[in-house]
């Protein structure tokens, strides 16, 4: 108790020096460049004191960030239980009211469509109070109906257009009278049944197809050369996990799974490009254990995603690194070997400004030598320019999950910069991590997911034949 008292005490001399060095009367651009260059001491972080983060103008609460996090949930899932009515009207007007069906199978799939769609706001309202094993079989209906419902609006998206396009053509083209069906109540019947029919079979084949490519993942291997990189660091591996999303359907058994995978391919150092969870510490830190059990000769290394921040990012922050995972908020790590080195650099979400946690590379930067080279760990490819500003030699990321399942890989291409796999802007190349897990529908159409181990390579004038490093 008196611990944190004599904390809160110089806790409130700090805050004082600060107005005194910038008055709340100074100009916007002063204090915003004061609040990067000063930051509270990481005791008074740790302690639950009122002010713990540094925020593009200033410093920002716990409570507020709950706070923000939880409101913006509450948005989330008011917006979605709109655009889910929509869609759901959507498929009954077409798949059930289209197909004159009998009175019994039009109120059967009626009723069952209007209960999927008050199932699936429930379950992530009840996913911030209940833990995941509470869950399970409500969140496996809940997002594998999500995929289903999904697949089946972009089939009849594509069907009806097409079916718009051949009436433009008529139009275009007229047809003469004489090839005008006559008006068949049955065969209009006849034709709307089997319609709906071919919609449900192609989309839940497709699901089935989905879900079966979701149950694994591959390993990626990549050698990516880098211009400025010491001819002691030929050969380090880095192996990425990104997007496992520990929460209702991923679980301890998914992680002891990928952490066994990891230690047989015997990296260097293991990087985690963010979004591990979906959930509290209070309720995954259990499921979340099996990652102390990382084994690198340069440690395991975390940046934050977006859904960390929907989970309670400082909190998770704390939990990983008590496993003894180290946390790149805006801050890097230098990695040493034989005399030489390079900057291993990590930045916060590249959203994460809403929640007083904005990416700041300038300030991961700054121990940076003249020269060295830099590879960064962002978990959106969003920062990949700003990285090829700052002539970073290769940059790490996720979010995208490839797109995960059809239609969405075609819609992320919209944007992000940079999908999946190996790009360049400049000098900067990029890897994108297609998601170890998968958010939300456990599907997979059109993607894998992936550990990727990247092989760092120097420039052949440089490589030589440098001394091998053990990795034991």
């Known amino acids: 108790m008196e611990r944190l008292t004599r904390r809160r005490l110089e806790l ?37 004191l009122p002010l713990l983060r540094r925020a593009p103008g200033g410093l920002v ?7 923000r996090s939880t409101s913006e949930i509450i948005v989330f899932a008011l917006l979605m239980t709109a655009v889910l009515g929509l869609g759901h009207y959507y498929l009954w007007r077409r798949l059930v009211r289209d197909a004159l069906l009998p009175k019994r199978a039009h109120q059967i799939l009626t009723g069952l469509l209007l209960i999927l769609l008050a199932v699936q706001p429930l379950t992530l309202v009840l996913m911030r109070a209940l833990p995941p094993h509470a869950l399970r079989p409500l969140a496996y209906l809940t997002f594998g109906w999500m995929g289903l419902m999904s697949t089946f609006f972009a089939l009849l998206c594509l069907s009806d257009l097409g079916r718009q396009l051949g009436k433009l053509g008529q139009r275009i083209f007229p047809r003469p009278s004489s090839w005008a069906p006559s008006p068949d109540p049955a065969r209009r019947r006849a034709l709307g049944r089997l319609f709906a029919g071919g919609i ?63 230690n047989a391919e015997r990296p260097d150092l293991v990087a985690i490009t963010g979004d591990l969870v979906d959930g509290s510490v209070a309720h995954l830190a259990r499921h979340t254990e099996p990652l102390r059990q990382l084994s690198a000769p340069y440690g395991t290394l975390f940046v934050t995603g977006n859904h960390e921040y929907y989970s309670g990012a400082d909190e998770w922050i704390e939990e990983l690194e008590r496993l003894g995972i180290v946390v790149l908020r805006n801050d890097a790590k230098r990695i040493e070997a034989q005399g030489e080195s390079f900057l291993l650099a990590g930045v916060t979400d590249y959203r994460a400004d809403r929640y007083g946690d904005a990416p700041d590379l300038k300030r991961a930067l700054r121990h940076r030598r003249p020269d060295e080279e830099v590879v960064l760990l962002a978990h959106q490819p969003r920062a990949f320019p700003e990285a090829a500003e700052h002539d970073i030699g290769l940059q790490l990321s996720g979010h995208t999950h490839g797109g995960q399942f059809w239609p969405w890989n ?3 291409h919209l944007i992000e910069p940079v999908v999946s796999g190996w790009a360049q802007l400049k000098r900067t190349q990029i890897y994108v991590n297609s998601g170890t897990g998968y958010w939300g529908p456990p599907m997979r159409v059109g993607t894998r997911a992936e550990i990727t181990v990247v092989t760092l390579r120097c420039s052949p004038e440089k490589r030589g034949a440098p001394e091998r490093r053990s990795t034991s």
């Open 200 to 262: 449900a079979l192609g989309g839940t084949s497709l699901g089935a197809v989905g879900v079966a490519q979701a149950q694994g993942f591959r390993i990626a291997r990549i050698d990516i050369p880098l211009a400025k990189l010491p001819a002691a660091f030929d050969g380090f591996t880095i192996l990425q996990m990104s997007d496992i999303h520990v929460g209702p359907t991923l679980g301890r058994p998914f992680v002891e799974t990928l952490v066994n995978m990891a």
């Open 61 to 67: 609460s716990v409570q507020q960030g709950r706070m």
């Open 12 to 48: 409130s001399w700090w805050i004082c020096f600060r107005k005194i060095l910038v008055p709340d009367s100074a100009p916007p651009d002063l204090k915003n460049q004061h609040a990067e260059e000063t930051r509270a001491p990481l005791c008074y972080q740790r302690a639950q």
């Open 410 to 412: 075609w819609v992320i």
